[in-house]
Every structure is written in C-alpha cells, then in structure tokens.
C-alpha cells in the first residue's frame, strides 16, 4: 500500500501518515491539492492531509480540494503539535516554515525575533532543509529534525501560542472506499442558491435528530462572491438511520446544488 503526504520527510504529515501506514511505502509530493488529486486518481492507496488546527483553523488548501476532487475520508488522526525553533545559531535573520505553523508560533516570533522575516514555504521540512542549507535561514518544526541534522541546533522548543496546539489530519482513499461505519461523518453541501434561513434549513434536520456537529465551516464557491461551499462533519454515522434522513432532508433542499459524502470513520489520537 501506497500513502502519499506533504514532505520532504519530516513534516508533521509524514509524523501521522507513519501511524497510517503501519511500515508499508510513503510517498511525498509538496501540494495538498496534488495529494488529494493522485488518491481520486487511483495513483496512491492514501493520502494523509492536515485539515485543522487548534489555534489557526482550517487548512482550507484541503478542504478546498475535498470538494473539487472525489474521494473517500477512512479515518481521522490528531496529533499534538509542538513546534521547535531550528537554526545552525542565532545570527539568522530569516524564519522559513509553513505558513500554519509560522502562524501557530506568532506571538513567539514577535516577543522574541521581531525584527526577524518571515517566509512561508511549502512544509516545515522544507523550512528545515533551508535552514540546513544557509545560515541566515532558521525554521519551525520538529524538533527531531534537528537530530537528522548535525549543522542545526534547536534554540528553543514548545514554541507554539497554545500549549495545547494540535492538528486534526484526515486520510483519504479512492471515493469507491466510502464507508458508512464509524463514529464521526463528513460531507460537502453546495446548494448554488441563497434566500433567509437557507443555513437554518441545513442545520435543523440534523437538531431535530439530535446529532451533533463537531464543525460547520464555509468555504467560498468559487462561482461568485458570497456564493458557499459548506463543509459538515457530525458526530455520527452514515450507517445510522437519523444521519441519513438528515441527509435526505437537506439533499431535498439544495436540489439545485449538490451534497457530497465524504464518509464516516473512526477518530486517533496519535502521539510522537
Ligand atoms: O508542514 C508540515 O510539517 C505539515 O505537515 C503541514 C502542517 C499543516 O498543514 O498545518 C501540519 C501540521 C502543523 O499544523 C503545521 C503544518
């Protein structure tokens, strides 16, 4: 089995893909979207991407290519994020990592380097690779790193805003692996129209059954301004019989749009 993740090697996707992929291949590309894309193509077993952050929300590069590309979600990792300062020593005027975890660290960044630039690429790994590459370069990222890496020290750890910082990761495979067991379902509505209480109708067949949702997020269409693309996960199945008729429910009020399941799944919590 094949399971691609954002790299190089190092990245936190590669630290939760391990847990996925139980030894077997990973396989690295540098673009969410280009994960995404390979699985519904049928050219990976599984793709393993960061969807949500505890401090700075959507990874909306996923979630973006959720709607755009058919695919199944099989499972959910999280994972705590503890983010470490990398350079080969304190004379570096530039901070490279990924634009989530340069946002994750920000009030570090400006109590204790302010006056340092700041660049996203596109992985912490590839932060990392920089920072190993040119000393005027430091990164974000695991502090393992560093150990692969004789030129750099670690200046400072648990440099994240939150003490708590996690990512939640979901796994994709092919769209024909949907499955409707496991405690938590996601889904995509797009209903391509918009009156009052449009949200409410899509949100009411779900109170009325009492299931819960973990995360209600918009996305922008792409069509037109202020036309959305709504992003559902609930604490339920799709085998159970309240989840699909809240399903039916809303399919019958976007008939002019469009619902996509994702599909149900069990929740990890991983910890390295
Ligand atoms: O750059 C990495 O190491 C990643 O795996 C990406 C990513 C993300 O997309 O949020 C994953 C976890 C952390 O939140 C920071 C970055």
Redesign the pocket.
């Known amino acids: 089995m094949t399971t691609l ?2 790299g190089p090697a ?5 630290r ?1 893909a391990q847990a996925v992929a139980d030894g077997d291949d990973i396989e690295f590309l540098e673009s ?1 979207t280009a994960i995404v894309e390979a699985v519904a193509d049928g050219d990976a077993d599984r793709g393993v ?2 969807v949500e ?1 505890s401090i ?1 929300g959507s ?1 909306t590069e ?1 979630l973006d290519a959720f709607a755009e590309y058919d695919v199944a979600v099989v499972q959910e990792i999280i994972t705590p ?1 503890r983010h470490a300062l990398l350079a080969q020593d304190e004379e570096f005027d530039t901070v490279a ?2 634009a ?2 340069l946002a ?1 660290c920000r009030g570090f960044l400006e109590e204790h380097y302010p006056d340092a630039n700041l660049e996203a690429v ?5 932060g990392v690779q920089r920072a190993r590459e040119d000393a005027s370069f430091a990164a974000i ?2 502090p393992a790193n560093a150990a692969d890496a004789e030129e750099l020290q670690v200046l400072a750890e648990d440099i994240q805003d939150q003490s708590s910082n996690a ?1 939640r ?1 979901l796994v994709v495979a092919p769209a024909e692996e949907r499955s409707d067991a496991g405690s938590k379902s996601s889904f995509i509505v797009y209903p391509d129209v918009d009156y009052p209480g449009l949200l409410l109708e899509l949100l009411e067949p779900f109170a009325d059954r009492d299931v819960n949702f973990t995360r209600v997020e918009s996305r922008p269409s792409g069509e037109r301004l202020g036309d959305y693309v709504f992003h559902m996960d609930v604490a339920a199945g799709l085998y159970e019989e309240r989840t699909q008729e809240a399903l039916a429910d809303v399919e019958d009020i976007v008939e002019e749009g469009w619902v996509r399941r994702l599909g149900s799944y069990d929740s990890e919590t991983v910890l390295y």
Do not use: K, P
Request: neutral net charge; hydrophobic residues 35%.
């Open positions: 993740t954002l190092g990245t936190y996707s590669h939760a969410v991407v960061a952050n700075e990874v996923s994020i990592s990924h989530q975890a994750q596109a992985s912490t790994a590839r990222g695991h990512t990761f």
